[in-house]
Each structure stands twice: as C-alpha cells, then as structure tokens.
C-alpha cells in the first residue's frame, strides 16, 4: 500500500489531503479564495467558496464530486442547514455521497466546515 501526502499550500502542520489505499482523505475546508484568506459573508457565499475549493482539490487528482463517498459537515449555526443543502446539493448532484452534519463552533470565526472522504478509482 503506497501513502501519498499532500501538504497544506499555507504551511500548517497537517496534510491537505492523503491518498491511501484506493481512497483520498481530504482535510476539512473553510471557507478561503485563492490568497488563503478566509471568506466572509452570508452561509451561502461560505459554500459556494467550500465547495470550489473542494472541486479544484478533486480536479487536480483527476477526480470529481461523482467519486465523493462521504461528507462531514460542521454549520456554526444548525438554522443556516436549508441555505447550505441547496448550496450543497448543485455541487454533488451526481450522485449522493453519505454525509453528516453537526453544529459546531469554529476555527476563525466561519459558519462551515466540509471534510471529504473520495473513492481514487485509479487505485482501487
């Protein structure tokens, strides 16, 4: 079994994502553009900045959101759930991966947090 680590783009002390035994685990996403600063505004600007992040992330692994097998989801505020499914529901609309969600305080202050779990079907 081989492990490839990809390291985090802003220098913290954890891997962005890891693929591993025909699997890529992918750390959870906050809301930042391109420049690593966090995004701001209502729950669905914060989503769409998750879930494009997530997508460039499984773009360059030659994957997409149809190999996305599980999803957490942490919401600061279990009120914003509807806004962020229907955000949420146009990038995974083909095919449902498993998911939870929980309410959570977190890091910097944003309402949303997305970890992925991704079928490499090059590796398995």
Same mark, same amino acid.
């Given at each position: 079994? @081989?492990?490839? /680590?990809?390291?985090?783009?802003? #220098?913290?002390?954890?891997?962005?994502? *890891?693929?591993?035994?025909?699997?890529?685990?992918?750390?959870?996403?906050? =809301?930042?553009?391109?420049?690593?600063?966090?995004? /701001?505004?209502?729950? /669905?600007?914060?989503?769409?900045? *998750?879930?494009? /992040?997530? #997508? $460039? @992330?499984?773009? $360059?692994?030659?994957?997409?959101?149809?190999?996305?097998? !599980?999803?957490?989801?942490?919401?600061?505020?279990?009120?914003?759930?509807?806004?962020?499914?229907?955000?949420?529901? @146009?990038? *995974? !609309?083909?095919?449902? =991966?498993?998911? @939870?969600?929980? $309410?959570? !305080?977190?890091?910097?202050?944003?309402?949303?947090?997305? $970890?992925?779990?991704?079928?490499?079907? !090059?590796?398995?």
């Amino acid at each position: 079994m @081989s492990i490839e /680590r990809f390291e985090s783009p802003l #220098g913290l002390p954890f891997s962005r994502m *890891v693929r591993a035994n025909g699997f890529v685990f992918f750390s959870g996403q906050i =809301p930042m553009d391109e420049q690593g600063q966090v995004v /701001r505004g209502e729950i /669905r600007t914060q989503t769409h900045a *998750v879930m494009s /992040r997530i #997508g $460039e @992330s499984l773009a $360059e692994l030659g994957l997409s959101y149809a190999d996305v097998v !599980k999803a957490t989801v942490w919401l600061s505020d279990l009120q914003l759930f509807a806004d962020f499914n229907e955000v949420y529901a @146009s990038y *995974v !609309k083909g095919g449902l =991966p498993a998911r @939870s969600t929980v $309410e959570a !305080k977190l890091a910097l202050g944003v309402d949303l947090e997305v $970890e992925i779990i991704a079928v490499d079907r !090059k590796e398995a």
